[in-house]
T-cell receptor, first 116, second 114 residues
Framework: GAVVSQHPSWVICKSGTSVKIECRSLDFQATTMFWYRQFPKQSLMLMATSNEGSKATYEQGVEKDKFLINHASLTLSTLTVTSAHPEDSSFYIC????????????FGPGTRLTVT | QKEVEQDPGPLSVPEGAIVSLNCTYSNSAFQYFMWYRQYSRKGPELLMYTYSSGNKEDGRFTAQVDKSSKYISLFIRDSQPSDSATYLCAMRRISSGSARQLTFGSGTQLTVLP
């Protein structure tokens, strides 16, 4: 099956710094990638959708200047949390889909961000 | 009202029991229905995928969709401790663009006791 990886799996950073999270589709071309945020014991909340080569579409309430998303290639998308604050601490999960092939959406293993 | 409602549990059952997980939804435009399993601190893993009403079986797992009642279920037979995880239902519409995005339930935390 299709594999999506994320790096790093866990990161701790100081308040005010920026953190970049990578999402890669390892064995397929991801025409669309999604970024989700998940708080403990809660469901996934979609933050943004990005199509390769286009600007990301952000969900209502998500600050696009704070959560920078780049989908520059068909196998890589990055989420940069700028000027991180403790309230940004969460589990960030990406997913990817090749809509030309399948409706299925494959999820990465997630990145746990802790801002101190 | 949320578009997708799911009992958060937690649900605890003995090994070998039949588990029933359910979601209800309000948007009649949903056509694709999925169940994901998520282990602690891991990303969701697709378990079952169904289109419109009906049943689908895969090993110990059976997914049911009743569009008339806007109700979907996942049954796990002969449950095992390794089935202990959070189960998320998800669904989406058939049309293009943003409608391809998934709408998730809140997840049900399941523990299967040995």
């Amino acid at each position: 099956g299709a594999v999506v990886s994320q790096h790093p799996s866990w990161v701790i950073c100081k308040s005010g710094t920026s953190v970049k999270i990578e999402c890669r589709s390892l064995d397929f071309q991801a025409t669309t990638m999604f970024w989700y945020r998940q708080f403990p014991k809660q469901s996934l909340m979609l933050m943004a959708t990005s199509n390769e080569g286009s600007k990301a579409t952000y969900e209502q309430g998500v600050e696009k200047d704070k959560f920078l998303i780049n989908h520059a290639s068909l196998t890589l998308s990055t989420l940069t949390v700028t000027s991180a604050h403790p309230e940004d601490s969460s589990f960030y999960i990406c997913s990817a889909r090749d809509w030309t092939v399948s409706y299925e959406q494959y999820f990465g293993p997630g990145t746990r961000l802790t801002v101190t | 009202q949320k578009e997708v409602e799911q009992d958060p549990g937690p649900l605890s059952v003995p090994e070998g029991a039949i588990v029933s997980l359910n979601c209800t939804y309000s948007n009649s435009a949903f056509q694709y229905f999925m169940w994901y399993r998520q282990y602690s601190r891991k990303g969701p893993e697709l378990l079952m995928y169904t289109y419109s009403s009906g049943n689908k079986e895969d090993g110990r797992f059976t997914a049911q969709v009743d569009k008339s009642s806007k109700y979907i279920s996942l049954f796990i037979r002969d449950s095992q401790p390794s089935d202990s995880a959070t189960y998320l239902c998800a669904m989406r519409r058939i049309s293009s663009g943003s409608a391809r995005q998934l709408t998730f339930g809140s997840g049900t935390q399941l523990t299967v006791l040995p």
